[in-house]
């Protein structure tokens, strides 16, 4: 029930590239529709993906780039913060679609 109910958001969330014309707007839509779903289903993904290599290397991979952050010129607690929240919803929304 709760996968159909995110399967219903996210098709909402799809069809918000041809509705809303600013990138701004489908980006709080996703906050709105489908990162409060990837939360409740978090369980259910991390079964899903557990075997997957692909999935933790792709895992490691981002954390690697969230790490080399510490040691860039120009390191800011504020830009890393933001990097790392997209991150997230960037492995959230890969997750979620190779989970639906």
Not at 1 to 25: D, E, H
Not at 62 to 80: K, P, R, V
Request: net charge positive.
């Amino acid at each position: 029930m709760l996968a159909r109910g995110i399967l219903l958001f996210y098709a909402v969330f799809i069809a918000g590239y041809f509705l809303m014309p600013m990138a701004s707007g489908h980006r709080h839509l996703y906050y709105i529709l489908v990162f409060p779903a990837v939360l409740f289903l978090s369980k259910e993904l991390r079964q899903f993906y557990r075997s997957n290599a692909l999935s933790l290397l792709v895992v490691t991979y981002a954390s690697y780039m969230m790490i080399t952050l510490l040691w860039s010129d120009n390191f800011s607690a504020e830009g890393a913060a933001w990097a790392v929240w997209h991150s997230v919803n960037t492995l959230s929304f890969c997750f979620v679609t190779g989970f639906l």
